[in-house]
């Protein structure tokens, strides 16, 4: 006699399946409902034995298959549903309904669901209704067959296209590339469009390069059409934000300073930066013939245009008499070459920028070319703390900061990282600006 339990069971109902059973080029095993206790698994008693109410089937092994239009919007549909929940089955109802959507037919599905079973791509679960298995979820259970049958050869060609952008970034070490190398090695950077990885790879590169380019020289240099770029700009920067940042513009490169010191050169008399407010702009191309003359208290480098304009024009509290350096965003070869000259002259150079992971490795790529002479302004916890104009932290921009922590704990302004992801919120520079 079954002895009774020496609590209250709490029971749960789960599936218990019995052994496959093959036949011809499939195999299938029933499966049945039972109410187990989450404690003692003891199965609840019924009064008869429960016959089998579920049904798996799956083929042996994978087989070639030709699809039609419609098998094709079937397939595309299985495997974009598969990428957004790869390990939830996926529901038979809806897979009818979106499918009905694109124009194929309810027969239609239920044909080419069943070759795909056949041909090895899917599972099919059922439940009994009466004396007839319905289908209720399908498990792609192998999608790189299933995309071979779509576009053969599509899988290797991609797979050998992110093999070669994984070896060309590297050996990089500018913050975006350091990025870009850490979406390529995600398990799912091998579902990402080809153009998309050759792309991050180029903006990696360009990136380490320090060069300022126009769009379409960039897209034409890099990926071998001026036009390239633009069918993929969008997926670009929605995984690394706006590519201007970056030094891919539509104008042209230039270096702008205000403030304090001068410049001057070989040919021409000095030009006293403080005669020509806001500021001065100077192409890339001028800056290795200048002689900087830096202001005793040091440089200012500021990442965007508005707050760099508010400082030139004085209307900015606390900042001194410095020479202000716009970086318009991540910092080029230009503002580079004004950075490792401050610190030839042991000068010191500050950067103010967004409170953000950006904001951060902008400033610490300024660290890296003058780590003597370099100081954070107003890129404290207490700075993110104090201004009340803030935004919220989405969660791939959490999942970015984690990242970064978990690669670069003890880097500069690692704890204003932190406290950026614990708040849940960042800050524009421009929220901070403290107009007279």
Not at 147 to 166: I, K
Not at 172 to 197: F, G, K, M, N, W
Not at 368 to 374: K, T, Y
Request: one cysteine or more; hydrophobic letters at 40%.
């Amino acid at each position: 006699m079954e002895s009774l339990p020496s609590h209250e069971c709490r029971f749960r109902n789960q599936i218990e399946w019995l052994d496959w059973i093959q036949a011809a080029t499939l195999q299938e095993r029933q499966g049945r409902t039972r109410a187990v206790c989450t404690d003692c698994q003891r199965v609840r008693p019924s009064r008869r034995p429960m016959p089998p109410d579920l049904l798996e089937r799956q083929a042996v092994g994978p087989s070639g298959l030709a699809v039609d239009t419609h098998g094709r919007a079937v397939a595309q549909l299985l495997l974009r549903r598969t990428r957004g929940t790869p390990t939830r089955p996926l529901r038979y109802a809806g897979i009818l309904s979106s499918a009905h959507r694109l124009g194929v037919p309810a027969s239609g599905v239920d044909s080419w669901i069943e070759r795909l079973l056949h041909a090895g791509c899917l599972s099919i679960r059922a439940r009994r209704k009466g004396t007839r298995w319905e289908p209720t979820h399908l498990d792609v259970c192998r999608p790189e067959h299933l995309e071979e049958l779509l576009a053969p050869g599509g899988r290797a060609q991609r797979m050998a296209t992110l093999t070669e952008a994984r070896g060309a970034t590297a050996k990089l070490t500018h913050p975006v590339a350091t990025e870009v190398i850490r979406i390529l090695a995600d398990p799912s950077a091998e579902l990402l469009d080809p153009r998309v990885v050759r792309a991050l790879a180029a903006v990696a590169i360009h990136a380490e390069s320090g060069e300022v380019l126009s769009a379409n020289v960039f897209s034409a240099h890099y990926l071998g059409s001026a036009k390239e770029l633009r069918r993929v700009r969008g997926r670009l920067e929605r995984l690394l934000g706006d590519l201007s940042a970056l030094g891919i513009r539509e104008g042209a490169a230039i270096l702008l300073l205000g403030g304090s010191g001068s410049l001057s050169r070989a040919d021409a008399p000095p030009l006293d930066l403080r005669h020509w407010r806001p500021f001065v702009a100077v192409a890339r191309e001028t800056v290795p013939t200048l002689t900087i003359t830096f202001p005793p208290e040091g440089v200012l480098v500021v990442e965007n245009l508005a707050v760099f304009e508010a400082c030139c024009r004085g209307e900015v509290r606390v900042v001194g008499d410095w020479l202000f350096v716009w970086s318009a965003g991540y910092p080029g070869r230009a503002v580079r070459a004004v950075v490792e000259r401050a610190h030839t002259a042991t000068t010191p150079v500050r950067v103010w920028a967004d409170l953000d992971l950006d904001g951060v490795r902008i400033a610490r790529l300024v660290h890296s070319w003058a780590p003597d002479e370099f100081q954070p302004f107003r890129m404290t916890p207490e700075d993110l703390v104090t201004t009340t104009t803030s935004q919220a932290l989405v969660s791939r921009a959490v999942a970015r900061i984690d990242a970064d922590l978990a690669a670069n704990p003890s880097m500069p302004l690692a704890a204003t990282l932190r406290a950026i992801r614990d708040l849940g919120r960042w800050v524009e520079q421009e929220a901070q600006l403290r107009v007279r």
